[in-house]
């Protein structure tokens, strides 16, 4: 379906996100029914120009596709439960693990729908802008919902949106965690955080570069140190708990990582590049 063709959509779920994506899809002049416990919560979106369900069914019965953004799997599965749904699109936005979203997609296939499951990767401001990147799996879709933002579909396995989702998470937590860390460090010497974030953006930059080298290494098993071996890496770790100690500061993060180091150094391999530590990362904690 092209994006003339306006698809229509229905919105179940107008919390701070499902509102922004209602509002993105009547400003790019879809077709668009609204859902909500709280009929309240539609007024201005109704004012806008869109259709206020009476009821789930109706909503259903829209035609298009659905998109469900509400606060967890569980509240998707009773909200449906007794609902019609063969014959109808399903895309759930709406948070969780890739488990759930694999057993919601076998589950909605049973009813007779076709189900996609997604995440969204961006707050609400942004949606409907090149900015918000919305992760798709499950079956390749056939309607038009670009006015969200960036759409990206990563395949035929439901699970793999949340999947991704949650490994994003791990990223964005990491980096914001090493900032913080970094930051209390130079606040004992009367730098603020302002003035460090700068720099630190730099290494952030600088070490995402690295990326696509060590995913070759992790990719293909093998781990050459072509630019420091682990226990150099080790040496530095170790630099660091020691600073944060002698200044005050919380040293629990520098050590967790040290003491992997040093687990895959006592397996040996020390003299190996850091993405090495893959193998640690993939086994369940000690």
Known sequence: M????????????????????????????????????????????????????????????SGGVTILCLTDYPAVRELLGGAELAGTTLLNLTSGDS????????????????????????????IGTDEAVILLSGPRPDFEIGALGTISHLGEDPGLASLYDVAGLAMMWSVLNAWLQ????????????????????????????????????VDAGAFPAEVSA????????????????????????????????DRAIAAGHGGEQYPVLIEEFSRPGQ
Do not use: C
Not at 3 to 23: C, E, F, Q, W
Not at 117 to 125: E, H, N
Not at 232 to 256: C, F, I, Q, Y
């Open 230 to 261: 682990l226990e150099t890496d080790a040496r530095a770790m170790a630099h660091l708990v020691e600073e944060s100690e002698a200044l005050g500061v919380n040293a629990e993060l520098p050590k967790l990582l040290k003491a992997m180091a």
């Open 2 to 61: 092209t994006d003339d063709a306006k698809t229509p959509v229905s919105i179940i779920g107008l919390g701070l996100m499902g509102t922004a994506l209602a509002r993105a899809f009547l400003t790019a002049g879809h077709p668009t029914t609204v859902w909500n416990r709280t009929a309240a919560k539609a007024d201005a979106l109704v004012a806008d120009g869109a259709r206020l369900a009476p009821t789930i069914g109706d909503a259903l019965g």
């Open 99 to 126: 488990a759930q979203a694999r057993e919601t997609a076998t589950w909605a296939e049973k009813q007779g729908a076709r189900y996609l499951d997604g995440a969204i990767m961006a707050v609400p401001s942004a």
């Open 182 to 217: 970094g930051t209390a460090m130079l606040k004992t010497a009367g730098i603020d955080a302002a003035t460090y974030a700068p720099f630190a953006q730099q290494i952030a930059v600088g070490v995402a570069g690295w990326l696509p080298g060590y995913a070759e290494q």
